[in-house]
């Protein structure tokens, strides 16, 4: 079965700091996969997605995640956080069916 | 980019009662549409598929009949939680796909709250 690993229910880094959001899956094939962002008390935005092609992907507010198919990640990352950034970021991969399949989500704290 | 309306944000309803959450795609037809359920410090919880003009596909332990489905139109759908109990409190979201492989547009969801 295909499964979506987020390693880290809470981050915490400082304003100004690297962010690093670790995302894994496991799939027999290829799948497209996607990082979205949940606001507090707002719906899902999508962040970026990979679908072919470069598999360094760039995405809204910074934000960027590169494919690594040996690795099985796509990890999201930005140089520099901005106290905007606090929120929850969820990792989803989806396959020919469309449905997607998701992470446990990634609760990124950002401090002054 | 595309627009997902879910209505209402928020709802308190009495258990017991029954409440009609609409998800609706403002600018564009929906060929399938998506019903999630969040619970507190989890992930997404797919729990059924709608496509317009069928009946719709549950997910494994998910009560047909207490969360009902119905996807009218290519821009509209509801989720109707029937006899509502304290543990029906969650949130839920929708979203609504254009097709196979392009991205999925989510609502904002709904706050629902039994007491």
């Known amino acids: 079965a295909q499964s979506v690993t987020q390693l880290g229910s809470h981050v915490s880094v400082s304003e100004g700091a690297l962010v690093l959001l670790r995302c894994n899956y496991s799939?027999?094939?290829?799948?497209?996969l996607f990082w979205y962002v949940q606001y507090p008390n707002q719906g899902l935005q999508l962040l970026l997605k990979?679908?072919?092609?470069a598999t360094l992907v760039k995405g809204i507010n910074g934000f960027e995640a590169e494919f690594k198919k040996s690795e099985t990640s796509f990890h999201l990352t930005k140089p520099s956080a901005h106290m905007s950034d606090a929120a929850e970021y969820f990792c989803a991969v989806s396959h020919s069916n469309y449905q997607l399949i998701w992470g446990a989500g990634t609760k990124l704290i950002i401090k002054p | 980019g595309a627009v997902v309306s879910q209505h209402p944000s928020r709802v308190i309803c009495k258990s017991g009662t029954s409440v009609k959450i609409e998800c609706r795609s403002l600018?564009?037809?929906?060929?399938?549409m998506f019903w999630y359920r969040q619970f507190p410090k989890q992930s997404l919880m797919l729990m059924a598929t709608s496509n317009e003009g069928s009946k719709a596909t549950y997910e494994q332990g998910v009560e047909k009949d207490k969360f009902l489905i119905n996807h009218a139109s290519l821009t509209l759908s509801t989720l109707t939680v029937t006899s509502a109990h304290p543990e029906d409190s969650s949130f839920y979201i929708c979203?609504?796909?254009?097709?196979?492989?392009?991205?999925?547009?989510f609502g904002q969801g709904t706050r629902l709250t039994v007491v």
């Open positions: 600018d564009f037809q929906a060929t399938t």
């Open positions: 799939s027999s094939v290829p799948p497209y």
């Open positions: 979203s609504a796909d254009r097709g196979m492989n392009t991205e999925a547009f």
């Open positions: 990979y679908t072919t092609g």
